[in-house]
Structure formats: C-alpha cells, structure tokens
C-alpha cells in the first residue's frame, strides 16, 4: 500500500521562494501569516490529511454511501469523526472572515491546506469544500441578517452548504431551468422542483444543509434573466438560530458513479421547501457565480491534488519495482535487475508528473495570493490587476489543471504497468476519481468558451493585455541573465504563439463566432502552456539565485533540471496548438449531423 | 441507455473500395469470400454481437467473476450461454487451418468479426480471444502429435487457451521467472510455481483449458536463454482425446480491477501439474512471441474497437441532448435549445473521434490483410514485405491505436458531460475497460522500445525502408491528383519527419543507448500518425474516384470532409513530437532518483 507525503517542502519553495508573500506582511490577514505561523499551520494541516484522512481514502471508495428509506444518507467509516476532527481544528475558518468567527488567514494558505485535503481524500474534502463557496455567495449577496444567521456555522463547519444548479433537462443551459419559487408573502417563498448531482446534497456529518438553490418565480422572464438564488436551509433555524423544523427537501436518490464513490451524489427533491430570496429577483445568476468561481477554483486544485498523490505513488513504485536492465549498463548491479526509473520511458513519464505537479503549484498558490489581493492589497492598481488575472484564469486554472491533472495521474497509472489496473495499488481510484473533474462546475469545453467568448473580451481586453504585459516585463527586467535565457527564450516564444493565436481568434472569431468555439481548447490549452512557462521562468530565476548565494539545498538544482524539461518536451506543443488555433472552423463543421 | 450498430458499412468501405480485397481471390481461402459471402458473414457476425454479446456487457460489468473454495471460477450470467452460441455459429474457426477444423477464410474477415466482439462485450471476447494465439503457437511450435490432440478442440472453441508467462516479480523481465519444470522421464515435466494476470485462467465456458505455460527446466541457463514452452491442459487428455483427470492446476485468486470485470484474471498456482515441452528445450520464447505477437495485435483492435462504440455512443448523445444554442443562430428554432453536436467543440471532439475510428479500422483491416498475404502471396516477395510489416507495424497497432483509443473514449465520456460520470450511461464503462489496453500483452513503452530497439534496424533496416518507398510511392503515383493534393502533402510532409526522427535515432540511438529509450515513445506516435495519413490518403482516393464515378453515396464526401479535419486537427502533432525525439535523453535522465 503506497503512502502520502505531505508536499511541505515544496509549497514553502512557492510561497517563500518564488512568490516572496513575507512582501505582503502589511496587509490585512498576512500580518498574521509570518513564515513561523505559515510553516507551522502547513505541518499541522499536513499531518491531518496524512493521519486522518488518507487513510479514510480507499474506505470511502469500497463503501461509497447509501441512501435510507427516510432519505437519509449513511457516509463511510469514519467520514463523520474526521468531520468532526477537521471542523473542532478550526481547518474550515482559516482564511474566512473574523467578522464572522474567521481567522482571516490568507486564502493562499486555505489553498495549500486543501491542496493536501483533497490529495488524500478527494471524496471527503467535497463535503467542507462547497461549504466555502456557498459562504462566500451569501457574504457577497445576502442580507444582514442571513449572513448573520448563517455565516458563522458555515465558517465553523456546524452546518455545510451546497450548490443546486442543474436538473435533469439543464446542466450548462441554466436558462431553462425550471424549479419554482412561489412568494408565500411573508418575504419567504414555496420552491418546487427537481435538482441531481447535488454533491454532499445529504448527509450526516454536519448538523444542517444549507442548500443555495437556483430557481424562477413564477411570472419571471424567460431564460436567464428569470433566475433567483434562494438559502434553503434543510433544517429551518429557529428563533435562537439553532436547526429547527424539517424544510421540504430531501434527498431523492443516489448517483452510481465511476469515482468519488466517498462524496454523495445526490438527487435533491423540493416540495413546496421554505426558501429565502438572497438578493434582488432575478439576479441570482450573478451572486451563484460567486460560488460557482470559487468551486473552479477549487476543481482545477483537485486536479493538482490527485496528480501529486499519482506522483508520489509512481515514483515509490518506480524506486521500488525492479524489472530489466538498463539501456546503459546495470544500476543494481547486485539485484536481479535495476529498478525501473531508470529506464528513458519511466523518467519520461515521472519528469512529465513533475513538470505538472510543480508548476500546478506554483500556479495555483499565486491564483490564490491573486484572490488576496484583489480584497486586500492597499493600492487600487493592484486590486484591479489581480481582479482582473481571477477572472481571465478561472477558466485555464479550472481546465488546464483537470485535462493535465488527469493526463498525470493515467501516466502515474501506466508506471505501475498491470499493478495499475488492480485496486489494491490505489492509483486506479485516483484515475476514476479525476475524471470527473474535467466535467463538473462547467466542463473544460465550456471554460474555453468562457475564455474566449467571455473573459478576452473583457474590460476591452484590459486582463489579457496586462498579462501580456507582465510576462515582456519579466522577460525585460531578466534580460542578459545567461543561465536564465532558455526560460526567457522559451516564455517570450511560447507567449509570442499565444498573442497571435489572440490576435486571430479577435479577428477570425466576430467574423464567424464557430471559429471561436473551435479555436476555444486550443487556445486554452495554449494560454496554460504560457502560464507554466512563466511558472517554471520565475521557478528558475529564483533557483539560480539562491544556488549563486551559496545554498546547498538540492531542490534549486532539481527545479533547474526539470524546468529545463519542461522547455525540451513541452513547450514543443505550442505551436500544434497554434496551428489548430488557426485551422478554424471550416472543417470542424462542415459535416452535417447526418452524415456522422 | 445506448445501443451498438455494427459498422458493417464502413468495414465494407475499407474491405472493397481501400483495399480492393477481391484482387486476391486468386489466393488460398480468399477465393472463399467472395463479396458476397464476406457480407453475409459480417451481416450474420454483427447480428450475434448486437444482440447476444452487447447486452451481456453491462451484466459483466456488473456482476464480475467469483471465485468458488474449490478453484472453480463463475463467470457473469449468461456469458456460458453466450460462448456455446459463438461456438456453435462456427465464429471461433473463422479463420483457422482447415487442416484442423478451420474455415481457412481470411484473417482480415475475422478480425472484423472481432472488432465487433470486442466493441459489444470487450471482456467476454477475451475468453475465446486469447485461443487463436495459443492455438497459433502449438501450430507453428508443436509437434505433429500436439497438433492433432489441441488445434481441432481449439478451433472449435470447445477448448479454451491462455498465455501464462507473469510472475508477481516479473512481467516485462521474463528473463527472472522461476516457474520450474522437472522432467519426469517419460517425456512430460513437473510444472510448479506462480502465475499471475492470467486472463480467463479459469471458467467453465470451455470443457477444457489450455494453458501455454513458460518455465525453467531444472538446471537450465539463467535468464531468457533458458526459458522453455509447456503446454499444460487443466484436463489432461486421455487416451481418445477427451478431458480426463484433473491436472495440478489450479486458480488461486482473482485481482479486483478496474475494469474488464467480466473476464477472469487468475492467480494460477503450478503444483507439480503435468506439462508437455512445445518445441525444444530453452526455445520457448520465440514460440511464444507466436502468441504475444497475435494477442498485441488483437490489444491494439481493442482499442479501436472500445472506440468505436464510444464513438456511437457520444454521438447518439450529441444529437439527442439539447442544450445552449448555437453560436451561429439557433438551428433547432422550435425547440427550447440546440442538440449539442451544433457546438464546435463538441464537435471536435466527435471529429477526432472520427478520424480515429476510421483510420484505424482502416489500418487494423490492412494489417491483418498482411498477415494473410505473410502467408499466403503466390510471390516471396510480397509475402516477406508483408512479414516485414508485420514484424515492424505490430507495436505501431498494439501502443497507437490503444494510446489513441483511449483517448478516444475518453472524449466521447467528456461529450457526455455529468452523465458521463454516471453508471447509467455505459461509457465510463468502456473508459474503464480501455484503460487495459495500455498497459497488458506488453505496456506502451515496451512497444515503444520494441520499435526502436529491435524493429527499425531489422534485416539491415529493410522494413522501414520498405515503408518508406511505399510512401513515396504514393505521394509520387498520385502526383497531379488536384483534389488529393492535400492529402499528399501531409503524408509526405509527415513521412519526412519520421525519416529525420529516423535518422536522428540511428545516429544518436546509438551513441547513447538512452536517447533511443527517451525518443520511443514520441518516435511511435510520429510512426502512428504517418500511418493515418498513409491510410487517409488512401480513403480520400478511393471516395475521389468513387464520387467521380458519380457515386451519390453519402459515406465518400463524408471521408473526405473527416480527412481534411485529420489533415488540420492532427497532422499538426509531427512537429511536436519530432522535437521531442530530437530533445534526446540529457534532460530526461538529468536528476538521479534521489533527486525526484
């Protein structure tokens, strides 16, 4: 049975090395995150996802969950006490708001911990992990009141929320959705109507489900300008804001799925349940989008999380499992054989793992100091520039991370060769349960559109412009540093290749809106190529450095060798991307749904 | 859920208008198949897949194997009643010696009759999948004595066959095993020690099991040189040649899976069971490969065949599932939303999921018409191109078209989005089942080096070279087609790459044994991709000449609008893989394995 490894080292590279947060200390939250504070809650987090719930991991996926008569949900052993355990540990509050019972730690820090949670139990971590979200959307658009109702429990973990967006006839296509809302006039409302894939919908584990529930008041416009948020909680708070009265939802069936077999899936009846409208009629799209950006985000982390898992897990096997010789004469020489990392085509596939692991971190930690400072950061420059990079990236840290992460841990999957096919080797639940990440919170098709239909254009193309911007300036301000030069090189070419497949998709694409969504993976996949290749440059450079100031920690010359990796045998696919990026959509579409 | 329709169409697209197989009616057993009688064969073969194996794959999936305490194995409902029907219907003599039993028709009919087996019910098709190769080896390595008592009851399928050549210490590695053989003086040996993944090791659809056993004779030399064959029946024959006492034998466990649940993968324990020497002592391996070149061949039809069903399903979902409208203006006005096959990327997916089912029915049928003229042509000369073919393009099929298939699948599961997760829709079943396929009868990288290895410089490179005029030749015979021209320069553009990687590998493969391991496995996807170009330049000829004819048959234009999306969509991949191969080993093999 492989082991977790907490990936501490690695993520105090990120935040100490490459991303330098001790320079935020002034702001509001990071002055409480000194290296010391940062370091000692990352051990911490570290060992609870490495002690309580990993190994909870492969029960949650030979149990799965069970739906009673009643409409009550069995959890696997043991969810429920590490539930438990995760909320009186204060893990939930970390960087939520003090105003409500909050730490009001940086969200970076949030990132990094749940980077471990979801690594070691990507079931379970669905269960507090909409919680966040849906606490957000209430803070950004509810009332006094329901935030005062709500917030604290939800920040503390007491109670859970989820998200009801689709039902069985709109997923993506919200604009015919048809769960009802009907006033009761007393400021409440009736809601009816049928939602599925509900994660964590019902449960045991936390003492009451807030349910944020996408609905039309009856009378509405039709589509998507005809669609409210309410709060539906399970339990209806009584006048001491304690779980009260059963509301009319429950959960109407279970989801047989080919992975997180831990989460609950649910099927989610309302009958006539009492709701609360969260903001104006008819603009809850706006306010669930809170909630909605926040899951991407979160969604792109697992994509990380279970390829660090797979990685840790093939390099173990591939140090251990020993099978011929290699191509340059024998390693192990005592052995029977060498083990089989040292054969071209395993590296190919670990150097592959951890060119994604590593950059997917690096990325993924700066998204989030990004979301700290579009709310923190004192000059209004900087709030706007990172506000800008939040919602320009959501959509390659939602899809790149997936399609990547996933590609990692099948690679992760193929070193162990027939063990991999087998459960007990663990890997091949780490492969069904990354599946679904490239689908759920909006399919990676529907992020590339939202990329370029959506987030190019935005604020005429302020945000793609200013990244532009940032990544000439690194190049600039690095020029004439020689050892630096093939990661400059490398960065200024590959975005040399994304600017022009913009430059043409602006073009081509208000010409015919078919050629934008052909170009829209592509060119997605294109902008997360750049991303990395800024990573891995700014990775190196600080690498480089501390080996010049005389540090002999071996991680700088390990990050060097696979950064240089990467430049060798990624940066090659930009221009295949490019080229179908310019194919456009002629051949794409030029069959009839009748000729397939 | 879904339905399967055989794609006798396109089969016969391939069968009479690409590669014209009535030419060769000349030949042994093809004057047999007739046009006519090939089509009723694959009408009555489609039939039996559709509706005897297809809906038995669920149930297989469902219900799995058990194992019983006494060693015997139950296998899902209905796949015994299954098996006697295939049986009965002649289907597992399809092509076989009519010497012992056979039909003597072509291979290329019977891997079309697979392709459907394999695509309606992938784990039931391995029982009597793995047969063929066994029976094939006892006939190219058996005495005359063998043969008589094993291939009759083989063909007909009333025996079953395995390949049992894994230890739990090595797979790849066969140079380590320890299975023992101790002569017994009477001509039979003592076989005792472990096998393990031994598909259909044990099951009660056949009245006998044939396991082809590799061991080492006591005191024989180490490693693959003193490797031996042993045929080894669960029933040993008695003296009319009808099962009669029960060898030592026997199933020890089943591996739980990821996939494939339907098929049996034993634990097989040895216990001084009765074996007989196939062909001489410490020979083994070579009469083996017999069988492992048959099953890589039938692996790599796995993957396209997975595909294919795949490729029904998503389809049959793009264009009944309704959702968003199109970018260009609604094409389904009355209704509340577009089928999404109008959404390009939707569409991309299921052009790339064209694309690969075509060309790779087209180059399986090819390969397999191959094996057939290998042993069949009236002239030495084609029937040693063929050999070199087979020899050369057998990793090709087996690591191409699984890596492709996979992916495949998975695109067709994305289309599905949400209910692609779930159980209900059948396809993350077959994403389940195709994750396999990488990985057994020799994972990817092993074919990878297999290639570049051992088949590019065999007999002084003379296959290659022969591939390579036969490109040319191609490109130069159809020199001044207009409307092929596309399709000419793209195979020839992609021909000159895998010549410089060709190139490149010769030189610097042997300079340093690890830059031919580092460049594999970019090398046989290049390989891949020319092949399809080969094969889509053939198709687009054939449906130019065809629509000249004035052919208003609607599959021609089809095959021209999907090779022109291969041509745009993919042929994009040759550089970037070339780059790869021509990145050699340095940074691959930088860090030593302390350092990851």
Not at 149 to 161: A, C, N, R
Not at 522 to 535: I, P
Request: net charge negative.
């Amino acid at each position: 049975m492989p082991s977790y490894r907490a990936p501490i080292r690695d993520q105090r590279f990120v935040l100490n090395d490459v991303l330098n947060i001790q320079q935020y200390s002034n702001l509001p939250g990071f002055s409480d995150a000194s290296a010391d504070i940062v370091d000692a809650i990352l051990e911490e987090g570290g060992k609870f996802c490495e002690n309580v719930l990993y190994p909870l991991n492969k029960v949650g996926d030979h149990e799965g969950c069970r739906l009673q008569p009643d409409g009550e949900v069995v959890v696997p052993n043991g969810f429920k006490e590490a539930y438990d355990q995760l909320t009186e540990g204060g893990w939930t509050a970390l960087s939520a708001d003090p105003e409500y019972g909050g730490q009001g730690l940086p969200h970076y820090l949030n990132l990094a911990f749940n980077e471990m949670v979801t690594a070691t139990n990507m079931a379970f971590g669905m269960y507090p992990g909409l919680t966040g979200g849906a606490a957000q959307a209430l803070h950004v658009g509810g009332s006094d009141e329901q935030k005062q109702l709500y917030l604290p429990k939800m920040i503390s973990g007491e109670w859970s929320g989820t998200m009801n967006l689709t039902e069985p006839h709109c997923g993506t296509d919200l604009g015919m959705l048809r769960t009802k809302a009907v006033p009761n006039g007393d400021g409440t409302y009736k809601i009816s109507g049928q939602k599925i894939w509900i994660s964590a919908g019902e449960h045991p584990m936390s003492q009451n489900i807030i349910h944020l529930v996408l609905a039309r008041v009856e009378g509405a416009p039709a589509g998507v300008k005809g669609i409210s948020l309410f709060v539906v909680p399970k339990f209806i708070p009584d006048e001491n804001g304690n779980p009260g009265k059963r509301n009319g939802v429950k959960c109407g069936g279970l989801e047989e799925k080919m992975g997180i077999h831990g989460n609950a899936t649910c099927v989610m009846n309302y009958d006539e349940a009492t709701g609360w409208l969260v903001g104006e009629e008819n603009k809850g799209l706006r306010i669930m989008f809170v909630m909605m950006n926040e899951a991407r985000l979160g969604v792109g982390l697992q994509g990380l999380a279970l390829a660090e898992t797979a990685y840790q897990y093939s390099l173990a096997f591939a140090k251990d499992r020993i099978q011929g010789r290699s191509l340059t004469g024998p390693k192990n020489p005592d052995g029977p054989a060498d083990p089989i990392i040292v054969h071209p085509d395993v590296r190919r596939m670990l150097m592959d793992q951890k060119v994604f692991v590593e950059a997917g971190r690096a990325f993924t930690l700066w998204t989030a100091l990004q979301g700290d400072l579009e709310h923190k950061a004192a000059d209004e420059e900087t709030r706007t520039k990172s506000g800008d990079y939040m919602a320009l990236l959501t959509p390659i840290v939602k899809a790149y991370l997936t399609d990547k992460g996933y590609d990692s841990v099948s690679k992760g999957l193929q070193i162990h060769g027939g063990s991999g096919f087998t459960r007990e080797w663990g890997i091949e639940q780490l492969l069904r349960d990354a599946r679904i990440t490239l689908i759920y919170e909006g399919t990676n098709g529907v992020q590339a559109l939202d990329l370029v239909g959506r987030k190019l254009a935005m604020n005429g193309m302020r945000p793609i412009n200013t990244f532009f911007a940032e990544m000439d300036a690194f190049v600039a301000d690095n020029k004439g540093n020689k050892e630096l030069e093939p990661f400059l090189d490398g960065l200024a070419a590959t975005k040399a290749k994304l600017q022009k497949a913009t430059n043409w998709l602006v073009e081509k694409g208000l010409e015919n809106f078919d050629n934008a969504g052909a170009a829209s993976t592509d060119y997605l996949h294109l902008f997360g190529l750049t991303c990395f290749a800024w990573m891995w440059g700014r990775m190196a450079k600080v690498s480089l450095e501390k080996i010049a100031e005389g540090s002999d920690d071996p991680i700088y010359a390990s990050k060097l060798a696979t950064g240089h990796y990467f430049l060798q045998r990624w940066l090659p696919d930009a221009d295949a991307h490019l080229a179908k990026v310019e194919a456009g959509a002629d051949t794409m579409m030029a069959l009839t749904a009748e000729q397939f």
